[in-house]
């Protein structure tokens, strides 16, 4: 098919709510680590790495040399037999999750299935129904994925009941028009007064992504979470930590996001990045509240052992090849670079984010704040004129998320701050 022909058959045959980036369809071709090619072989820096999921580099060969095996000798069974990639593959995960106490997994599709199974034990296991999640969340989209997320935007159809939304710690627009430090983190202490007004009482769980990625990487305070957990807990609620954006070690150092806030989870939720681009979900629970989910599941593709044989390279890699440290140097590196731009570029209000998952927030006005949201647009068509893939989001649609692969260096951030200096001169 030629280009115009893929663009033409994606308008005829898709549902229109399929939304692309750019005003013109980008029809990308081929990739390889870092880039990838469109259908007239121009090459772009891909430094948003398939929204965060392709985590060690496209079509990486040591990964894709076991896949390839894989398929070779075994592609589906489904979960009604047992079979190794899979069996590896969760013992692997119980081995790295927070103080290795979540140790069994159950494995689906997508970040979606993973937050409806983890919301499902949740109420299995407490006897309770009340789910606290976050304003400005994303979780996925289904029913419940939907009546979870915070963001009108991706809500469609009508809200599941039993649902409830606290605040974020959206410090740079405070709700509470407050000041970080001395706040107090008023955003987290509210928890207490949003269970006892807007649920019975007894809570199911909380819910949370540590960063809010398509909240544009709002990234709470060192105390956020460690103050809800304890409000949580007290009132019976089980603490679920999405990381379908922020695992396998994207901001730095550690495994998981959530512990750079020293919280252990029960219920940790994964997907994306985990499997370098074939679809998993992941949802690994403490021993006792996955026993709580009676009766009988079952996932036809989950832990299918071809994306098991995947996401247990993947994890190899990351080990191996000690990316977890270099999100942690490489992404210090881009954040200075970032907070450098920012210098030059009055339209940069706010940069945050940790590790490789770095964003900037985009304003017309420092003071005012007023969200740029058409600069943002130009910026991003901009981008793609200069042959750079980033994100877009946030809940005003003015932020530009960054997540390149986990594997890049220095240079490349190079590129990238070089790039992007361009398209903010040239989108001005
Ligand atoms: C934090 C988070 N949770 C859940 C999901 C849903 O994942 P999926 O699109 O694989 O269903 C997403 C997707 O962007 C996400 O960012």
Known sequence: MTKEEIILANKEFLFPAVFHFYKEPLVIARAKDQYVWDADDNQYLDFLGGIVTVSVGHCNSTINAKIHQQLDTLQHVSTLFANEPQAALAKKIASITPGGKLTKSFFTNSGTEANETAILTARCYTGNTDIVALRHSYHGRSAMAMSLTGQGTWRLGPAQAGVVHAHNAYCYRCPFGLTYPACDVRCASDME????????????????????????????????????????????????????????????????????????????????????????????????????????TLSTFGGNPVTATAAKAVID????????????????????????????????????????????ELVEDRTTKTPAVAQTARLLEATRENHLLVGKGGLYGNVIRVTPPMNIGTSDVDQFIQLLDKSLTESA
């Open 317 to 360: 890699f990351i080990e191996e090849q000690k990316l977890m440290d270099n999100c942690t140097t490489t992404g210090a590196y881009l954040r200075a670079a970032l907070e450098e731009l920012q210098q030059k570029h009055q339209i940069i209000g706010d940069v945050r984010g940790m590790g490789l998952m770095q964003a900037i």
């Open 193 to 296: 007064e949003l269970i006892r007004t807007t649920t019975g009482g007894r809570i199911a769980a909380f819910i949370a992504e540590p960063i809010q990625g398509v909240g544009g990487y709002v990234t709470p305070p060192r105390e956020y979470f460690s103050i809800i957990e304890g409000i949580v807990r007290n009132h019976g609620g089980l603490f679920i930590s999405d990381e379908v954006q922020t695992g396998w070690g994207r901001t730095g150092g550690k495994w998981f996001g959530i512990e750079q806030w020293g919280v252990t989870p029960d219920i940790i939720t994964g997907a994306k990045g985990l499997a370098n681009g074939s679809p998993v979900g992941l949802t690994v629970a403490k021993p006792e509240i996955a026993d709580g989910l009676k009766g009988v």
